[in-house]
């Protein structure tokens, strides 16, 4: 079930696959993207994502109700859509710079498209993949298009119904991709670990048989990496250089060194998973800590075995302690010194 986006191995067998999210974060300046991108790189990940759209692709200039954020709750509350993608966008003529700096860094660069021509832009500059936002995935002519470049297609599941989802996978897949992975999302901002319900992966993977990730918008890389030990292989998260500093995500955005967190503590969730075996991988020398029985007092032959001059101690190179109550009263053959490890031939008659 390996997929290769750019050079890179995704997989149930490799590390996860770790995404910086930009969004908004850039706060307007190409050279704070830039050092985003530098400091994802450092952090360890494995590709860099954007967003490509205009205020005018995602939406209209009007201040109607409808186009107003009415929940009290939200980060952006009272901002029309308009004034919030305009000021969130990427602008498309910093793509290619920023695309070019993450090469430098040997990850991957790609981004969420929201309309048809920014599939066509994002096809001149040869992007790795695609990634389909959670409240895009009703929009099977975008899925349909995204599809049909062959490239591998990310889709976050966000508040989708499962009738939803079905739609957007055979969407996808009837257009031709081949390489496709579901991402748990829950479209909160940010979200609260109750909210996460990581379980659905699991029944994501087995109902459409593909690899499943998590686009996380929590707090903190403890939601994330549960995500990994529940079987996901991709993790996208927003990146910020500074909480502190504002921007319109990086509330719920993770800082580089947090970034960095998560890849160690990803990889180490991944390859702590194991296998269900009962083998011990302890080395002899650790063994031979373990408690044994051993010969307390120097004793002759004929002797009989008791409470007195035998004993469970440390190291290991005697016979189990359970055996103990069994050798209780038998004798043994012949002299033996204080501090011999019991064992079966010590015995009379064996």
């Given amino acids: 079930m390996t997929i290769r986006i750019g050079k890179t191995a995704v997989g149930p067998d ?116 695609y990634k389909i936002a959670s409240l895009e ?54 979200t609260e670990p109750d909210d996460a319900h990581l379980r659905s992966m699991g029944d994501l993977r087995d109902r459409y048989g593909c690899q499943v990730g998590l686009s996380d918008h929590t707090l903190g890389i403890g939601v994330p990496v549960a995500a990994i030990v529940l079987g996901a292989t991709v993790i996208e998260k927003h990146i910020t250089l500074d909480r502190s500093g504002g921007g319109v995500d990086a509330a719920f955005s993770l800082e580089p060194d947090e970034f960095a967190s998560l890849v160690i503590e990803g990889s180490r969730a991944r390859r702590a998973l194991g296998s269900a075996e009962y083998h011990t991988s302890a080395s002899e020398a650790t063994r031979s800590r373990r408690r044994s029985l051993y010969i307390t007092e120097d004793l002759e032959a004929g002797a009989e075995l008791s409470a007195d001059n035998m004993r469970s101690i440390r190291p290991g190179l005697g016979l189990p302690p359970k055996h103990y109550s069994s050798l209780l009263g038998r004798r043994v053959g012949g002299d033996v010194p204080r501090g011999t490890p019991v064992t079966w031939d010590l015995l009379e008659g064996e």
């Fill in 14 to 129: 490799h590390d996860p696959y770790v995404i910086a999210e930009l969004s908004g974060n850039h706060d307007g300046s190409l050279d704070r993207a830039l050092a985003i991108v530098d400091a994802a790189a450092a952090a360890g990940v494995q590709a860099v994502k954007l967003q490509t759209y205009t205020a005018d692709t995602m939406t209209l200039d009007v201040d109607r109700e409808e186009f107003l954020i009415s929940n009290p709750d939200s980060l952006w509350h009272g901002r029309t859509l308009y004034d919030l993608y305009e000021e969130a966008h990427t602008p498309w003529e910093w793509h290619k710079p920023i695309m070019d700096r993450a090469k430098s860094h040997g990850i991957d660069c790609f981004s969420s498209p929201f309309d048809a021509s920014a599939v066509d832009f994002l096809e001149s500059l040869d992007v790795p993949a």
């Fill in 137 to 190: 995935i009703t929009d099977i002519p975008l899925i349909e298009r995204v599809a049909a470049t062959g490239r591998p297609v990310i889709i976050s599941t966000g508040i989708a119904t499962l009738e939803e989802i079905d739609d957007a996978v055979n969407a996808a897949r009837t257009a031709g991709c081949q390489d496709l992975i579901l991402l748990k999302c829950t479209s909160s901002y940010p």
